[in-house]
């Protein structure tokens, strides 16, 4: 019943797509300033269909139906229900179901809340945007169809993966699709742009809104991502460089870019070009990253059971629309010449785009170099950490530097501005103070951690500058704050972070230099889905002799079977004690991974800030 | 120069989707039974009890060579390690353990426990070298013989099945 009326809900949003395409490409050539209402009705339809589709198949994941391939494979009845319904999106079709939900959403609230009156600007982002939508949709249709039925119906289902069991994970997916999917209107729009002859700044205004969205969830989805890596896969580390994670870092790259770029273009000083590269890039970067985790030319956590078809299909998708991109840019580009001074505003802003597009270079790169490696001589390479901190790492201080002294020169000027000031001798005065206490020798971690702190002292000072004009800028302050503690607390946790592997029989003590760990209880208790098998560590700082308990976990999940093991974190805002068993195999001798984590709440926190920032900027133009 | 652009930037998409193409219908795990029959790659080596290295070409004066790759954190090393143990009992045959990614103390507590079968005994403190053999997770053996050929490759620990099988070969 369900998988009928699931498919029945796609076909209609399918229908409402096309008659959308049709409609919007009739009206664009009629001359006249008045959208028709049809196609506000049949948006909203669309979107009704589209969410009731969404909804069916939610539904089905919370009833248990498992006469849907899709729910018998990836659920299961004994499951909590919380997982239910994250199960929904935790797998290839129901996640490209979301996808569409999202871009029939961004592409209503386009259409509804744009205040912009340029009628064929607005009909054109609809046509661009109802061809992805419709693009997506065959696909799901033909290829990746959630609602295909199972028939006899099965008594029991096969059982979400159990690292994907977790309350981090359940949000992350939903939080980065709104932003990469989300960065679909703006790609439209910059297409839209383009033919319409728009002016330049009402289109600034037009996406500004939309770019902000979707940087703030991509933010918060890569931030939960890396919370849900740092506790759950028990490695301690919370950004691996995984090629998936890269994937939602380099639209994260070009939206950091947009949104930066933005402010020049809604004051009329040019960039229009560049910004129209920047939207087309973004929504690019983000099928891009899609094609790499879905058609599992990749190996990664993140990988779905791969299948070639699929890969072939985003892979053509991925060459229209680039193609397509190119040729309309090529074709309808307005003409720029535009001089930019050196002490200006812009100039920054410019300086601070090139570091964007430079660090996207380097990670598309580095994902990238390995898979085509591959394919042309066959053999197998894998790009590391190593790689990307040798490159980023040192191209951090001039960032941090432009981040500090751009916001404080003035739109359209040439004033040029001493550095020697109160905040520099502050800042200088304050590394030396965090020098004293970390005695770190490498002089490239120094220079970072020196700009990164003369960014925060800047940027308090400006609060407080600006606090005094009553004229504040809280959004930038707040954001560039969040950066420059996350670049400090990301490089203290660096330098203080302890990591020790041993073996550990029951009633044994390890003394490393700082600690001893006791091996005090072991229990095994049944829950719900999963046996588990808990051990209880005392672990004792030898310097304050503060003792404290960690109950490091193995999980044995039996619907599909699998184990993981789950990490015990002693966590306080300056201070992470991680500790994580695994078994040996017929021995009673459990393998240990304690480690001390200094500063994660707040990196955590930072960047939390960071979005926070965009939040902010959001609710500052709504009040104009 | 528009037109160049244009010409520049199509092209240069075009064969970046070219490969992505190819690449689809790559196999996507690597297996590294396939470099059996191969040579192993001529690396140096560095010694665990000093800052010498050894390089892997000296391996041609053994009959039969054994690389171990194994840690004191890793479970089932210590599981295969009376095996080990068996196997440093052939006389034509001598055993290379590569230490990997571990502690100098945790290792040599390791082998004061177990007993040290290996012959040589070399360490890779990060990896690094063990890649050029194809390891990726330990632990993992690799029978050599004087032409430094990959006769037999192990992944997982030795069972005695394996040093009966291994027995065999190196009597031939």
Redesign the interface.
Known sequence: MLSNLGILFTIGTLFTSLFIIFFTFKEFKVVNNLIPSKIYKFTLFQLFFSISSFFVLLLAYILSDFSLVNVYENSHSNKPLFYKISGTWGNHEGSLLLWINILVLFSSLFLFLTKNNDKSFKILTLLFQNLLIATFLIFLLTNSNPFSGLFPVPLEGLGLNPILQDPALAIHPPLLYVGFVGSSIYFSAALAALISKIDSQSFAVSIKSWVLVSWFFQTVGILVGSIWAYYELGWGGYWFWDPVENSSLMPWFVMTALLHSILVLERRIGLFSWVIVLSILTFTMSVTGTFLVRSGILNSVHTFASDPSRGLFILSFLVLMVFSSIFIFFKFSPKEDKKYSIFSKEAFIIANNWFMIFFLGVVLIGTLYPVLLDTITGSKISVGPPYYNLILAPFLIPLLFLMTSGPNYKWISNEIRSLFNLVLVLSVTLFLITFFFIKEKNFLINLILFFSIYLITQTLFDFYESFKKKNINISRIISHLGFGLLIFFIYINHIFSVENNFNLKLGETKKTEYYSIKFVNLEEQSIKNYKSIIGYFNVTNKKNFTSKELKPEIRVYDKPFTITYEASINSNLFSDTYLTMSNISDTDVFNIKFQVKPFMNLIWLSVLLLSLGGVLNFFKRKKI | M?KI??II??VL?SL??I????????E???NTQDLVGKKISEVEINLFQSNESFNTKELTNNEFTILNFWA?????C??EHPNLVRLSKIKNLKLIGVNFKD?KD?ARNFLRENGNPFDILAEDKNGKNSVNFGVYGIPETILIDSELKILKKYIGPLNINDVNEIRKIVKK
């Not at chain 2, 490969?19 to 790559?26: E, K």
């Not at chain 2, 004191?72 to 089932?76: I, K, L, M, V």
Request: net charge positive.
């Open positions: 528009k652009n244009y930037i199509s998409f970046l989707f490969v992505l193409y190819l690449s689809l219908g790559n996507k795990i690597y004191s954190w890793c479970g089932p210590r599981k502690e945790n």
